[in-house]
């Protein structure tokens, strides 16, 4: 398999459970919810995207022809011989990608592995932290895992907390939806987590502090 990868690069995790961690971010192009390209955006089923997933252009991009050539662009992404190698496998949405080989390569190459997904494709096996991310109308068919982190308000019935908040995952977040509304989301999705306290609040603090 050819893996696609939009983008790649070192930075810190800035949402959820994990923030503030040390990570490669491995993105992969191509989603199954939006093409990625405005003239669709009305049309798709998930029409609140902030990020280009599109081609291959992007810093540390590319075409990689194997399992192996993937997980070596990876390592030497992260600074070498410290901490504990952390990826976050993210896209666009990287289960259309990431299979069983890229895990065992990862792996071999010392890297605990994290996913965000949106959760419309069963996760393989092998995965360390699955981070699920319902979108609209969406049929889950990854049910499970150890974050969901719900972007927050979506107008669709099918994508509110009730409909998620009795699965079987660690975490349960809230994310603001970041439009012009910005202000007026978060505190919405703030009222919420105090009426709700199994829910808790994520922040995109990444861009808070301006990096990656």
């Known amino acids: 398999m050819t893996y696609s990868v939009k983008e790649m690069y070192y930075t810190l995790q800035g949402e959820g459970a994990q923030t503030g961690r040390p990570a490669v ?4 192009a191509g989603c199954n919810l939006w093409s990625g390209r405005e003239m669709h955006r009305a049309a798709a089923t998930c029409r609140f995207c902030d990020t280009d997933f599109v081609g291959v252009d ?6 990689f022809d194997t399992a192996d050539d993937l997980a070596r ?4 992404a992260w600074p070498s011989g410290t901490g504990a190698p952390y990826v976050v496998c993210t896209g666009g949405e990287p289960l259309l990608q990431l ?3 890229a895990i065992a390569a990862l792996h071999s190459a010392g890297f605990e592995i ?3 997904t949106n959760g419309t494709i069963a996760a393989p096996a092998g995965i360390d932290w699955i981070c699920v991310s319902p979108k609209a109308a969406a049929a889950l068919q990854q049910r499970s895992g150890h974050e969901l982190k719900l ?3 979506q107008i669709e019935s099918e994508a509110q907390p009730e409909k998620f908040a009795g699965m079987d995952f660690r975490h349960f977040f809230l994310q603001p939806l970041d439009d012009d509304n910005r202000l007026v989301n978060t505190q919405s999705a703030i009222r919420y987590c105090l009426a709700h306290p199994e829910w808790k609040l994520s922040l995109q603090t990444h861009k808070l502090i301006g990096i990656p």
């Open 25 to 28: 971010f491995l993105r992969f």
């Open 73 to 76: 662009a990876v390592r030497q």
């Open 58 to 63: 992007g810093p540390g991009g590319g075409k």
């Open 99 to 101: 299979d069983s080989s």
């Open 151 to 153: 972007v927050y308000p």
């Open 114 to 116: 994290g996913v965000e």
